[in-house]
């Protein structure tokens, strides 16, 4: 991945060659488990733990919807988001 100042654009990437095989660039890559893309931006990242928000949302009132909303608050508040 090659990071550049904000609004450049580089045509001409350099190659770099490890035990003889060139290193593919790609403009994200999931490290310790957020996504880090190649032009700084967050959203990606802040999509996926979004998503992973809803989803665990829905769970609850699906699974314990007839529940008191204070034990679905407890309920969510309790579990941790992946």
Known sequence: ML??????????????????????????????GHVISSDLDD???????????????NTVLCLFGKLDPVVKIQLLTSTAIE
């Open 3 to 32: 990071f550049l100042p904000r609004g450049k654009r580089r045509t001409c990437k350099p190659v770099f060659v490890v035990n003889g095989h060139s290193i593919e660039y790609v403009d994200e890559y999931v490290h310790l």
């Open 43 to 57: 959203a990606r990242d802040i999509d996926r733990y979004r998503l992973a928000l809803i989803r665990q949302i």
